[in-house]
């Protein structure tokens, strides 16, 4: 199951970094693939989308469901 974020407060390869691990925290085992410029999460894990918007979050993001 994949699910993408907008986030649009991503500004650098340190963000990317700081949001990967939050998505791993909660799937150790999930696909991620940060594209920066494009302001473009996506995540491939069976974890539900929500699960994974709430620790993007808590990392200091905004994550918009795309």
């Not at 150790?28 to 929500?50: G, L």
């Amino acid at each position: 199951m994949s699910t993408t974020f907008t986030v649009s407060d991503m500004t650098c390869n340190h963000c990317a970094g700081v949001i990967t691990k939050a998505v791993k925290d909660v799937d150790a085992n999930a696909k991620v693939d940060i594209a920066v410029a494009d302001k473009r999460v996506v995540i491939d894990s069976p974890v539900a989308a929500q699960e994974f918007a709430e620790a993007i979050a808590e990392a200091g993001y905004t994550p918009v469901a795309a």
